[in-house]
């Protein structure tokens, strides 16, 4: 059970760090864009997309390596003085009360706002440029598939641990 649990941990680490490296690209692209912008005086089309589209797929493709790498944000002033199988009881209610119904909700929602997108074509309307659209909101399934996965692991624990 154990290396099922790692293996899980490790493919949204993965996910995570391919992920992260939209900061990197992110960061060039707005800089070009500043460079241009402000010295060439002369901005470039395709610059805001590509900001929103990378700082997107960043901030949707993250959650599942937060969750594997208790990176999240909690207000356990109190939950950290409870006993561990406390804990563990706290978590699983609320990972199967809460987390897993929205996690099932996003990958439910994400899904038909994907499929949509993918048949229409989708281009983004906020520039000249139009850059496609639909391959990037097929990340929001994608990401509930991760977080959903991810969330299976932190059960598993709190039964482990309970």
Request: glycine share 6%; aromatic share 16%; with cysteine.
């Amino acid at each position: 059970m154990q290396r099922f649990l790692l293996a899980i941990d490790h493919m949204s680490i993965w996910a995570g760090k391919l992920f992260a490296w939209c900061v990197v690209v992110l960061t060039g692209v707005v800089s070009y864009e500043v460079f241009m912008r402000y010295v060439m005086r002369e901005p470039t089309t395709w610059a805001y997309d590509m900001g929103y589209i990378l700082y997107g797929a960043l901030f949707i493709m993250a959650g599942a390596y937060a969750l594997a790498t208790h990176s999240h944000v909690r207000a356990d002033v109190i939950y950290r003085l409870l006993p561990i199988r406390v804990q563990a009881s706290i978590d699983l209610v609320l990972f199967l009360v809460f987390f897993m119904p929205a996690v099932a909700a996003l990958m439910y929602a994400g899904y038909n706002f994907a499929e949509m997108s993918w048949r229409m074509g989708e281009r983004s309307p906020y520039s000249p440029a139009g850059p496609p659209l639909y391959h990037f909101k097929a990340l929001i399934p994608l990401s509930g598939f991760f977080l959903g996965l991810q969330g299976i692991a932190e059960i598993i624990r709190c039964l482990i641990t309970l």
